[in-house]
């Protein structure tokens, strides 16, 4: 029985469905059987930082209305063998399209067959979130160093744990350290005090993340991307392994010793 995983944060582009793609990559390079589902109805987006756009059949909607089969309705991506699939969103429906209780179920049937079941919910709190979280056991919030993106996933919390997802986990991305010790950007620490939930990873602002999301090749699988890295650490802590968080401090002073030995700062 495997477990389904909601990926929120309440403000949009904050760096969600890249989260998603990453994590669920990450977890299927560990060996586990992975399912990203998108439930953002309308405004898909998980397909294409998947590199999957162009193999879209069916989609969640026709699965939940009987038009398909759950598995017509799966992208294998073919990367990994049977350990990796995409079930898309709709691109021509909206957010009602899709039932709580229907969630539910489709949830229930997928995590019988993969080890992770992870959703890639919609921005906001209207019906696309109450859908994302319904079938959920376990919510990471991803929020950026900014404050309104803050604020916003403050509220998410709240309205996962009133919904019984107790225990959300915090990811911060986009995090730039020199902003941070110029006391330019909110430290993590700021952000660990006023969300008061446990931090499960801290992903640095990286352009290979543009890169990676414009080629439909998720960073995770980039061994040069400290972002990548930062992915592929948070997706061991969601099988349970202990790692410790990038020492982000350290690799800028490394960085700094790289340009001084060429001369270059």
């Given at each position: 029985?495997?477990?389904?995983?909601?990926?929120t944060s309440?403000?949009?582009?904050?760096?969600?469905?890249t989260?998603?793609?990453?994590?669920?990559?990450?977890?299927?390079?560990l060996?586990?059987?992975?399912?990203l589902?998108?439930t953002?109805?309308?405004?898909?987006?998980l397909?294409?930082?998947?590199?999957?756009?162009?193999?879209i059949?069916?989609d969640?909607?026709?699965?939940?209305?009987?038009?398909c089969?759950?598995?017509?309705?799966?992208?294998k991506d073919?990367?990994?063998?049977?350990r990796l699939?995409?079930?898309?969103a709709?691109?021509?429906?909206?957010?009602?399209?899709?039932?709580?209780?229907?969630?539910?179920?489709?949830?229930?049937?997928l995590?019988?067959?993969?080890d992770?079941?992870?959703?890639?919910?919609?921005?906001g709190?209207?019906?696309?979130?109450?859908?994302?979280?319904?079938?959920?056991?376990?919510?990471?919030?991803?929020?950026t160093?900014?404050?309104?993106a803050?604020r916003d996933?403050d509220?998410?919390?709240?309205?996962?744990e009133?919904?019984?997802l107790?225990?959300?986990q915090?990811?911060?991305?986009?995090?730039?350290?020199?902003?941070?010790?110029k006391?330019d950007?909110?430290?993590?620490?700021?952000?660990?005090d006023?969300?008061a939930?446990d931090?499960i990873?801290?992903?640095?602002?990286?352009?290979?993340?543009?890169?990676?999301?414009?080629?439909?090749?998720?960073?995770?699988?980039?061994?040069?991307?400290?972002?990548g890295?930062?992915?592929r650490n948070?997706?061991k802590?969601?099988?349970?392994?202990?790692?410790?968080?990038?020492?982000?401090?350290?690799?800028?002073s490394?960085m700094?010793?790289?340009?001084?030995?060429f001369?270059?700062?």
């Amino acid at each position: 029985m495997g477990e389904v995983i909601v990926i929120t944060s309440g403000k949009g582009g904050v760096g969600k469905t890249t989260a998603t793609a990453n994590l669920g990559t990450g977890l299927a390079a560990l060996g586990k059987k992975v399912v990203l589902v998108d439930t953002d109805i309308g405004l898909r987006n998980l397909d294409v930082v998947l590199g999957l756009e162009n193999r879209i059949v069916y989609d969640i909607v026709d699965v939940t209305n009987g038009n398909c089969r759950l598995k017509q309705a799966l992208i294998k991506d073919k990367r990994f063998d049977d350990r990796l699939f995409l079930l898309p969103a709709a691109q021509t429906k909206d957010k009602t399209a899709v039932s709580e209780d229907q969630m539910c179920v489709l949830t229930a049937e997928l995590k019988e067959e993969f080890d992770y079941v992870i959703i890639d919910c919609p921005a906001g709190i209207e019906q696309g979130f109450k859908n994302a979280i319904s079938g959920a056991e376990r919510g990471l919030v991803v929020t950026t160093p900014e404050v309104s993106a803050v604020r916003d996933a403050d509220r998410i919390i709240g309205l996962l744990e009133a919904a019984d997802l107790r225990d959300p986990q915090l990811i911060i991305n986009r995090l730039r350290p020199a902003m941070v010790k110029k006391g330019d950007m909110m430290d993590i620490n700021d952000m660990i005090d006023i969300l008061a939930i446990d931090l499960i990873g801290v992903v640095p602002e990286d352009e290979t993340i543009v890169v990676s999301t414009n080629r439909g090749e998720p960073a995770v699988l980039d061994n040069e991307s400290l972002a990548g890295e930062a992915y592929r650490n948070i997706a061991k802590r969601l099988t349970g392994e202990e790692v410790p968080l990038l020492n982000l401090d350290a690799n800028g002073s490394w960085m700094k010793r790289l340009k001084k030995m060429f001369g270059i700062s």
